[in-house]
């Protein structure tokens, strides 16, 4: 899900979750929480009233409404938080940018059938009913259709910018097989969790002198796994901190592995057994990751630099356009 997720929050979008329920957890916390203002502007409102259809913002001569974002915010009452407000604006600000840009390059044409085709896979993969999505994540059903139709038209362009890529190189796949071993492999380990280094030490020393691993660990442990006589059981080395992963794909089979510190403390790792995949096995799956990754990153050079180049204007009480560090509206007074 990259569209919707790269209007609220840019970084989102060389990212790719499956399922509403994940973009929707951005989506809140970006409209929600992405913008720190005092207590004193937190509540500065908008009156509804007073708004109506009016101009808020002009996209290279379009204009958007005041009712036009308002619909996107939940029972607003006719009072709306300003960052809310600016982070709704800036949604349909640019959606209007990449719609128009779609067009012109590509002669893409969002169409309602492929919106209501979103909507219907976006809500059916959360397992919820609309209602729920609605109460669950904040949003209205005017901003779920927003997401799905940003979707559309970010499926859409990705299909066309990748369509030029080439296939990965043997270095970038190889670079990726690298990259991806702590989740490819599996390892069976178990350790001996110390609090300082000296202590991890001797146990080390104790351990590479033949004494048995798991009576040292119900012996020496002070992590859960102690009384088991450290046993992890065989998982993939992801599910670890990072240096202990990396512990776990270097350590020689049937070995004591030196301490290893962590967040944790002091691990002496003795791994039983490990399965990696060979190269070729996983080749089709590192292709398809590889492809992923570079049309991600056409596809979020290709929004920032149409929303670089729009011509915006948004009015004063409702927020600043600016594109620096990156193209957002900062709401008023914040």
């Known amino acids: 899900m990259v569209g919707f997720r790269v ?4 970084p989102f979008a060389a990212e790719r979750e499956p399922g509403l329920g994940s973009l929707l957890k951005k989506v809140q ?10 207590i004193l502007t937190m509540f500065l409102v908008l009156a509804v009233a007073c708004g109506g259809v009016g101009k808020v913002a002009e996209v290279d001569g379009e204009s958007i409404s005041f009712d036009e974002v308002n619909v996107l915010i939940p029972d607003s009452d006719g009072v ?10 800036m949604l349909m600000v640019a959606d209007r940018v990449m719609v128009a840009q779609a067009e012109e390059q590509f002669g893409i044409v969002r169409t309602y059938q492929l919106v209501d085709a979103k909507v219907a896979e976006l809500v059916s993969g959360t397992g919820l009913s609309a209602e729920e999505i609605y109460e669950q994540y904040g949003l209205t059903e005017a901003s779920v259709r927003v997401i799905a139709a940003q979707e559309v038209t970010a499926e859409q362009v990705r ?3 990748t369509a030029s ?4 190189s043997e270095e970038a796949l190889r ?9 490819l492999a599996q390892v069976c380990a178990a350790h001996i969790l110390l609090e300082t280094e000296e202590a991890g030490q001797a146990a080390y020393n104790r351990a590479v002198a033949g004494e048995d691993f798991g009576t040292l660990a119900m012996e020496l ?17 992801g599910s670890y901190v990072e240096e202990f992963a990396n512990a776990t794909l270097e350590a020689e089979i049937g070995v004591p592995f ?11 790792i003795l791994v039983t057994d490990r399965t990696v995949p060979d190269f070729e096995e996983v080749r089709p799956s590192l292709q398809a990751e590889v492809l992923d990754a570079e049309s991600n990153q056409l596809w979020l050079d290709w929004f920032l630099e149409a929303l670089n180049n729009a011509e915006v204007t948004v009015e004063p009480e409702y927020g600043t356009w600016t594109t620096d560090p990156t193209p957002d509206i900062i709401p008023p007074e914040s």
């Open 221 to 237: 442990s002070v992590g859960p796994s102690g009384p088991n006589g450290g046993d992890l059981g065989c998982t993939s080395p």
């Open 175 to 183: 670079e990726a097989f690298e990259g991806r071993l702590s989740q």
């Open 80 to 89: 709306v938080d300003t960052t809310r407000f600016a982070s709704s604006l």
């Open 165 to 168: 890529l080439d296939p990965p």
């Open 7 to 10: 209007l609220v929050e840019i």
């Open 29 to 38: 916390r970006g409209l929600g929480a992405r913008r720190a203002i005092s």
């Open 159 to 161: 299909a066309e910018l």
């Open 258 to 268: 030196m301490p290893v510190q962590t967040q944790f403390g002091w691990h002496v």
